[in-house]
């Protein structure tokens, strides 16, 4: 890509990458061609902002302008770029002029962005008595291409930012003509006449109007008449006209704008009010950026943190990177960042009671400078033999770029140049297709031709075009080889995932045709900062007339910084000259070393997993041994001489641990009755459950023995026991015969031998409850009556 005239020159963010690559070892110097290192930083850009303050404009619309001034001159990225301000109405009487300029062209450095912070404030003064309500276009444009023209650094960009909200009116200036129809008419030609002198000085022209009232043919006038080349060769970054509805979106707008004819990017953050916590996000690819904050308001205070939380300096260093703060004082402010963190930033905003009402808005505008690395396979090719060309790129702070997407749309070609032929261009491409390995891993590939003629010194440069991007311009070289080389080599580098401090393998193999040893020296290229590579061994001596393989290894330092690695590795033969023989990319990737959680997680969460699976086992076998032992439903007959006396249902939540205690309650008076009690109470008898579900009993005073559901068993003084278990089939009865004695008759019922034996009484049973809270105790007659008290038992002789 060969941009016309002046363009060439101008800065990419998105934009032409001169990017040579490394033909030779950057190692080998005395196989590169000296060169003059690249200025660090973005490369610097002049413009002007010109303001429309004629009487069309209301107040709120002028400090929405002057806001959006100053969000540019803040907000720039280079701290050699230089900026002005200019206000402008018309001429109407005398005293008065179109212009007035109230920010000079000032280098933005952290003193100068100061001061242009504090001298755009000027704009929002209007003065009747020295600037007239028109709209002077022509007068414009030409101060600011004045000012702009100062400069002797033709590779410098020179842009004009031009903000207003309606069309040329010069109807009441005298200096146009005699009237008001030929003024506007030699108003339009001075503006034509403007414009090509801005075209033939390389000034760009950017309009921004905004309302309802804009002549947006004068506006597309002014976008085309001026420079039309570009930052880049890209649709984007040719000068064009916007129009939006109203001046609220002028800042947003104008930033956009400038972000395009500055060929860098815009990242639009979130919206408060203060306080709040606002955020915006910088993309690993930057390597340079503002981030801006329109406060509106200069009583709120800005506090800025880290993607990693941490809290950033205003002014100095921090963690590989440099701060540097401007415009506190005033309506709008930056943070210029050099190397940022990409990531999510956040920023806090506060302000004191009555300063609140309004939203602030953060933004960030950035470009990434990107270092280059190229091979060429072969890296000294003869005249007329093809060559494979590979670009990859990666920013300062060594982040190899490998998304695709961040250099979405982008553009890349090789220009070959050299005595003896005319260059030549291929195009790079990053599709998959050969020679190109992998599709969309940032690595672009082409193949050319040397030409015939070509003889002596190559220099390879590649070029890119993409939104946000400019480069390095290392020129660096190669030669052409004439005949069959003694020495041929070829590297390979193993691909591997690694942590800090780790070691990779790779091979070199040589080809000897000499008649004497060649030594071959091993250099690394381009290395990331922080990665501390290292090579061993350093030189390989190739026996005469033989093919030597041998294996070397890379060791990476400790503070090796993660994800892919840049660089590469290059032989050279220290015997021919320093010729280079073969170059590889470094094909590595750094991951964090594994924690104790990493290495472990597996077997802590098996293990887990088991424990849980025992605990489970467990818990429902105990279940089902609770269960087991459970006297729920268990009911205790008590009888006398097969007579039954009293009955007691064993309910939920009385059977502890598998064990019920109870008493015989002896009243004096009253029939014995079932009493629940608590262990060791006096008289107190004990039954209960094993895990394999018998039944034991331990009376009062007597040992412990087994009882079968169903069957009596003494317990005291005559007293029996029978106690019927819900799950022993043994303790139900059969239906017919439920409530009767174990002799088979109903109690109370005399039959058979029983009728002519002389009647032994009984005791009455009124209804009762089985809980022994619900019983009434037995009592006689507390009322004197002659009555049996209710829920008592009386003896009757006479049954």
């Excluded at 009747?128 to 309500?133: A, D, E």
């Excluded at 005791?763 to 006689?780: K, T």
Aim: with cysteine.
């Amino acid at each position: 890509m060969q941009l016309r005239s002046k363009a060439g020159a101008l800065v990419m963010a998105g934009a032409l990458l001169a990017l040579t690559g490394p033909l030779t070892a950057t190692a080998t110097e005395s196989a590169r061609a000296p060169a003059a290192a690249a200025a660090e930083g973005p490369d610097p850009i002049d413009f002007a902002v010109v303001v429309d303050q004629s009487k069309s404009l209301s107040d709120k619309d002028l400090t929405r302008e002057v806001e959006a001034a100053a969000l540019l001159s803040q907000g720039e990225i280079s701290e050699r770029s230089r900026a002005a301000v200019i206000g402008f109405g018309s001429s109407e009487k005398a005293g008065q002029t179109a212009v007035r300029e109230v920010c000079g062209l000032t280098v933005a450095d952290a003193a100068g962005r100061q001061r242009l912070s504090d001298c755009v404030q000027e704009l929002s003064r209007r003065d009747p008595r020295r600037t007239g309500p028109g709209t002077d276009f022509p007068a414009a444009l030409s101060q600011a291409v004045d000012r702009l023209s100062e400069s002797t650094d033709e590779a410098t960009p020179k842009v004009v930012f031009l903000l207003t909200d309606g069309k040329l009116d010069v109807r009441d200036s005298p200096e146009y003509g005699t009237d008001a129809a030929s003024r506007q008419a030699n108003g339009a030609k001075r503006l034509t006449e403007a414009l090509a002198r801005a075209r033939r000085e390389s000034v760009q022209v950017w309009p921004l109007g905004f309302g309802g009232e804009i002549d947006r043919a004068a506006l597309t006038e002014m976008a085309e008449g001026g420079f039309r080349n570009g930052c880049a060769d890209l649709p984007g970054a040719t000068p064009r006209m916007r129009v939006v509805d109203s001046s609220t979106e002028i800042d947003k707008a104008l930033q956009e704008t400038f972000a395009a004819a500055r060929c860098a990017q815009i990242a639009h953050g979130t919206v408060g009010k203060p306080p709040a916590d606002l955020a915006v996000t910088i993309p690993p690819i930057a390597t340079d950026g503002s981030i801006t904050v329109s406060k509106h308001d200069p009583k709120v205070s800005v506090t800025y943190y880290d993607p990693s939380g941490r809290k950033v300096p205003t002014q100095g260093a921090f963690d590989g990177s440099t701060f540097e703060a401007s415009g506190q004082d005033g309506p709008v402010e930056a943070l210029r960042v050099k190397n940022p963190l990409p990531g999510r930033w956040r920023v806090r905003v506060e302000a004191p009671e009555g300063h609140r009402d309004r939203e602030v808005a953060v933004r960030a505008i950035w470009q990434g400078r990107l270092r280059s690395a190229v091979t060429l396979d072969p890296a000294a090719p003869r005249a007329g033999e093809q060559a494979v060309v590979e670009i990859r790129m990666q920013t300062r702070r060594g982040v190899v770029v490998t998304d695709a997407r961040q250099l979405a749309g982008v553009k890349v070609s090789a220009r070959l140049s050299g005595s003896g032929f005319a260059p030549v261009t291929v195009k790079l491409a990053d599709d998959g297709r050969a020679p190109d390995q992998r599709a969309d891993d940032v690595r672009f590939t082409g193949t050319l031709t040397v030409p015939a003629g070509a003889s002596g010194d190559l220099e390879l440069t590649t070029q890119m075009a993409a939104p946000g991007v400019t480069a390095d311009r290392r020129p660096l070289h190669a030669r052409v080889t004439s005949g069959t080389p003694p020495v041929t080599a070829g590297l390979t580098v193993d691909r591997a995932t690694v942590h800090p401090g780790a070691t990779v393998g790779g091979t070199l193999d040589v080809t000897n045709n000499d008649s004497g040893p060649h030594t071959l020296r091993l250099a690394l290229e381009d290395q990331a900062p922080g990665s501390a590579l290292r090579i061993s061994p350093a030189t390989v001596t190739a026996a005469p007339g033989e093919r030597t393989r041998a294996r070397f290894t890379l060791s990476l330092g400790p503070g090796t910084p993660l994800g892919e690695v840049g660089g590469s590795v290059t032989v050279v033969d220290t015997g021919d000259d320093g010729r280079v023989l073969d170059t590889s990319f470094l094909d590595l990737r750094v991951e964090a070393p594994p924690t104790w959680w990493d290495r472990w997680s597996g077997a802590v969460i098996g293990g887990a997993a088991l424990l849980l699976l025992l605990a489970v086992i467990a818990v429902i076998r105990l279940g089902a041994r609770r269960r087991r032992r459970d006297l729920v439903g268990v009911q205790l007959e008590l009888s006398m001489e097969g007579r039954s006396l009293d009955e007691l249902t064993i309910r939920s939540g009385q059977s502890t641990g598998g064990e019920f205690h109870f008493t015989v309650d002896r009243a004096t008076g009253a029939a014995p009755s079932l009493q629940r009690s608590t262990p060791g109470a006096p008289g107190s008898h004990r039954l209960r459950r094993t895990g394999g579900g018998e039944l034991l009993l331990r009376p009062h005073q007597g040992r412990e023995h087994a009882v079968r559901a169903g069957e009596s068993t003494g317990i005291a003084d005559g007293l029996e026991l029978v106690v019927r278990d819900r799950r022993s089939p043994a303790g139900r009865p059969p239906r017919g015969e439920r409530g009767r004695t174990r002799t088979g008759r109903a109690p109370g019922v005399r039959t058979g031998d029983d009728a002519r034996t002389p009647p032994r009484g009984r005791w009455s049973r009124p209804h009762r409850g089985n809980d022994a809270a619900d019983r009434p105790r037995p009592g006689g007659d507390p009322a004197g009556t002659g009555e049996q008290a209710a829920g008592t038992r009386r003896f009757d002789p006479n049954f």
